[in-house]
């Protein structure tokens, strides 16, 4: 029989002992309402995710996936536990620092593409990096144009673009600042199956090439095909953390510009 340790009893296991935690949950608790309205949506959670992962989380209706990658994104508080982001604690940060971390190190991606549909994909590309007053890294930027394929899109607006496009220029928006790790929830939700099992592809290559983390809530059961871990909620806790095996070099980069730029 093997002894617990403290990584199992934290439910820190499916992290590579070997890479730097990108992410890191610690008996996250999220009760919303009071009184006989009152729902755990989160039940001392805790997980820690490596660099380099691609995380799927999964789960029914209710189980709250929303709710923790919510927390893991400091866009919402958990009633107790903590969520370090690249070792740094999200509760010991005040609200300019905590607006720094989310702008400067995390990297957004949902449902609905949010582009801004009078600016070229480019310029949507371009945006946050603009807003902050920061110069794209040219090699970056070139590894990430190539790797999503949409370097002939660019001088398009979104209302020219299919749905599958505009879900990849939303991801290079959230890739180009160079982020500790994408959150993304149900970023396959409103494309078609062919362009969500390109994008889950894509998402799976930056993972392996670029070293990017990803963690996404998904209902996609493609997901299990794509990603290196998946991660189950129920009731609020995590009932399944699985490694997926896949051959090495599945997802190999096929772009010569991903080389070099870790
Ligand atoms: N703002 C809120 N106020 C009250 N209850 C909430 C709130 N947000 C979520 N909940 C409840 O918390 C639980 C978890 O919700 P959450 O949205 O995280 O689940 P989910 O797994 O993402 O669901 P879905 O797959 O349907 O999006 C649910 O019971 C939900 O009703």
Redesign the pocket.
């Known amino acids: 029989m093997s002894v617990p340790t403290e990584s199992t009893y934290l439910g820190l296991s499916g992290a590579d002992p070997a890479a730097p935690r990108v992410v890191e949950a610690r008996m996250l608790t999220?009760i919303?309402?009071t009184g006989g309205?009152q729902?755990t949506?989160?039940d001392q959670v805790s997980l820690a995710v490596s660099r380099g992962q691609f995380v799927a989380v999964m789960?029914?209706?209710?189980?709250?996936?929303?709710?923790?990658?919510?927390c893991l994104a400091g866009l919402d508080t958990p009633n107790s536990g903590s969520v370090f982001i690249a070792g740094k604690d999200l509760a010991r940060m005040n609200d300019r620092q905590l607006t720094a971390v989310r702008r400067d190190q995390l990297g957004f991606v949902f449902q609905a593409f949010n582009l801004l549909p009078q600016l070229t994909a480019e310029e949507n590309i371009l945006l946050p990096l603009r807003l902050a007053h920061r110069k794209p890294e040219r090699d970056w930027y070139n590894a990430v144009i190539d790797s999503l394929g949409i370097g002939d899109r660019l001088e398009h607006r979104p209302s020219e673009l299919s749905g599958g496009q505009q879900q990849r220029v939303a991801v290079a928006r959230a890739l180009v600042g160079r982020p500790e790790v994408i959150f993304a929830d149900?970023p396959t939700g409103a494309l078609d199956s062919a362009s969500a099992a390109s994008l889950l592809e894509t998402l799976a290559r930056m993972c392996e090439a670029l070293g990017q983390t990803v963690v996404m809530?998904t209902?996609d059961q493609n997901a299990a095909g794509a990603t290196n871990r998946i991660v189950r909620?129920r009731d609020?806790r995590i009932v399944g953390d699985d490694a997926v095996a896949r051959p090495a070099g599945q997802h190999a980069a096929p772009a010569a510009a991903m080389q070099g730029v870790r």
């Not at 209706?61 to 990658?69: E, N, V």
């Open positions: 999220k919303y309402g309205a729902v949506a989160l789960g029914p209706s209710g189980s709250g996936k929303s709710t923790l990658l919510h149900e809530v209902h909620l609020g």
